[in-house]
């Protein structure tokens, strides 16, 4: 019964596709409509025959094993179940920073961060796993599914906050990961060269395609999980102080006011893979339980986020002069390098793998920003997948060497405002989909779109930003309390439910 609610899916992909006017392919006349099919069930003939003289090369490169599928659906009878969600994306160097904000910026004890972290990584866990259960039921990638609750207009929207929130993950990832590198023996390697390493090896998984993608991130998470192990116990031989910050920490109201923003960063830091989600599922047969998918996209966000961000806030516990220092100079790549140096060499090869390690936690930014700049309109899905990967490759190393000094601040301020959108895209998709799906056809734009700026407008008064504080999120405490993702999600919730209702009555669809 869930397929049937999205059965007008593939018709709906081929009004995007359709091309304007007939072409000419082997002295025959095709209809733009045969050769949307000819996209939709062999994307690389598709490729091949359009651009004439490369066409060789494409063929060479797609008979290599690069991915030719894009934003087109794919098909029942090409799918298989191989391939679901997992660990990788979040077992990695990139998650740790983000617990050490909990002290860093926010002065919570380690107890408070924890119970922040738990609580608002479960509630953005399970948003992104009811988004990854639409991937099988549609054999869409997510922007695309947008289109059912937000019209092309809305769909083009999500897929330029999309494409700035993938390009934000990379430039972060690239920047952690050569501050990381530069950090094991400083003055030798360049911050630069770091982020560039960093940055072409997270390209080559995504230039070539869904299935490497997954055939990496399947395993890279063994042996970085072994790494954070071993850096819970040498962070506790260190001295874990679970009341290190309790002298500095706010109290009532103000109190208030840090978990609430910490776990608005929390949330943000999950919810971002839900504008991905559907990319990576949308290969599985639409026989796959929605339950099953769930709960293992769930599990697969909830377990490695928690596992890690804990590990982050809990080693700015330590008090030692020699750990403090090692981060106020060289930020996390500087405190992990402090951790392991009772190894010396040893300790130096696993900064190593563990500075690398953000390939996994990149390399699926670097492929959905690829579909989503395809998701932007006709032209761009007429343009091969992998340029577009490539051209995002660029994008976000040049951003990386540009902001690598300032990566906390990136941090912070990004995974912030990334809460506020994807709280209110969530909300407007799961509406659609749980109440109105089955009542009607393929809809307008103006509910989701309207919906969508009600989301903005909810996100603006209730925000709080060292740039900005929103009337509401001012009034808990003296800094202000970050309530920008509950009340972008309230506000969108409220407002798309009776426009959507409306537009049934008066279009019927």
Not at 427 to 440: D, L, N, Q, S, W
Request: charged share 15%.
């Amino acid at each position: 019964m869930a397929s049937q609610a999205y059965s007008h899916s593939s018709s709906d992909v081929e009004k995007e596709k359709s091309l304007n006017g007939d072409d000419v392919e082997q002295g025959q006349v095709v209809h733009p409509v045969d050769r949307d099919n000819v996209k939709e069930e062999a994307p690389d003939t598709y490729y091949v025959t359009k651009y004439g003289f490369l066409g060789p090369v494409l063929s060479k490169l797609f008979a290599s094993g690069v991915e030719a599928r894009g934003v087109e659906r794919v098909p029942e009878d090409q799918r298989d179940s191989k391939n679901t969600w997992n660990k990788s994306v979040n077992t990695v160097l990139t998650t740790i920073p983000i617990g050490t904000l909990a002290q860093e910026i926010y002065t919570l004890t380690l107890p408070h961060a924890i119970a922040t972290i738990f609580c608002f990584v479960a509630l953005g866990s399970a948003c992104t796993a009811f988004i990854a259960t639409l991937g099988p039921q549609t054999g869409l990638r997510t922007m695309i599914i947008t289109r059912y609750s937000s019209g092309y207009l809305g769909g083009t929207i999500y897929s330029i906050l999309n494409i700035l929130t993938q390009l934000g993950f990379s430039t972060t990832a690239v920047i952690l990961g050569g501050q990381t590198l530069a950090s094991i023996n400083p003055g030798t390697l360049p911050l630069v060269v770091g982020v560039i390493i960093v940055a072409v090896c997270s390209l080559i998984p995504c230039f070539v395609g869904y299935n490497l993608v997954h055939v990496y991130e399947r395993y890279a998470w063994m042996l970085v999980t072994i790494i954070m192990l071993m850096l819970w116990g040498l962070g506790g031989q260190a001295g874990f102080d679970i009341n290190a910050q309790k002298a500095k920490e706010d109290t009532g109201r103000n109190l208030a006011g840090d978990v609430l923003s910490f776990g608005g960063i929390v949330f943000g830091s999950v919810s971002g893979w839900a504008p991905i989600a559907a990319d990576y599922n949308c290969r599985l047969p639409v026989s796959t339980p929605p339950i099953k998918v769930f709960l293992l996209t769930f599990f697969g966000l909830f377990v490695p986020i928690t596992f890690v961000e804990i590990l982050g806030a809990a080693l700015m516990t330590i008090t030692d002069p020699a750990y403090t220092d090692a981060f106020t100079s060289g930020g996390a790549g500087g405190l992990l390098n402090q951790v392991l140096s009772p190894w010396k060499g040893g300790g130096k090869f696993i900064l190593t793998l563990l500075a690398l390690s953000v390939i996994a936690n990149n390399i699926p930014n670097t492929y959905s920003a690829g579909l989503s700049i395809q998701a932007l309109g006709r032209p761009f899905a007429l343009v091969p997948r992998f340029f577009w990967t490539f051209l995002a490759f660029v994008i976000y190393t040049v951003a990386g060497v540009a902001g690598r000094e300032h990566f906390s601040e990136i941090l912070s301020n990004f995974l912030s405002i990334l809460s506020y959108w994807t709280a209110f895209f969530i909300v407007i998709v799961a509406e659609e989909h749980f109440f109105f799906r089955r009542k009607g056809d393929f809809l307008l734009a103006s509910p989701g779109i309207f919906a969508g700026c009600c989301g903005v407008a909810g996100a603006v008064v209730g925000m709080a930003e060292v740039w900005y504080v929103g009337p509401i999120g001012a009034k808990i405490g003296e800094f202000g309390g970050d309530l920008g993702f509950e009340l972008a999600a309230a506000f969108a919730a409220v407002s798309y439910a009776p426009l959507r209702w409306l537009e049934i009555r008066l279009a019927g669809r």
